[in-house]
């Protein structure tokens, strides 16, 4: 069964940049799609960006131009680079793989002050 471990969260001032990185290890079988989701404070979670099966990246709107999602096959890493981060992107960051079921990482939080 495949484990995912978070990195790379902390605090920014506005308009700065983190990366996270999502390392994953155990057994892994056929990747169905991967990416990140965040929950602010008091909120549902959301899609942040995700890989798809097909190798395709997409993007929720709020983040388009400023986030870049990635994956490093050899390292088994996948990494969210955040540029030009904003206070509403405060939130803990989480990393998923979807085999033939969805497995999270435990989650990394990011605060970004104003």
């Known amino acids: 069964q495949v484990r995912l471990v978070e990195s790379g969260g902390g605090l920014v001032q506005t308009g700065g940049s983190l990366r996270l990185s999502c390392a994953a290890s155990g057994t892994i079988f056929s990747i169905r799609g991967m990416g990140w989701y965040r929950q602010p404070t008091g909120k549902q979670r959301e899609l942040v960006a995700q890989?798809?099966?097909?190798?395709?990246?997409d993007y929720a709107d709020a983040v388009k131009g400023r986030f870049t999602i990635s994956n490093d096959n050899a390292k088994n890493t996948m990494y969210l680079q955040m540029n030009s981060l904003k206070p509403e992107d405060t939130a803990v960051y989480y990393c998923y793989v979807i085999e033939r079921s969805i497995t999270w990482g435990q989650g990394t939080q990011v605060t970004v002050a104003s």
């Open positions: 890989i798809t099966g097909s190798f395709t990246t």
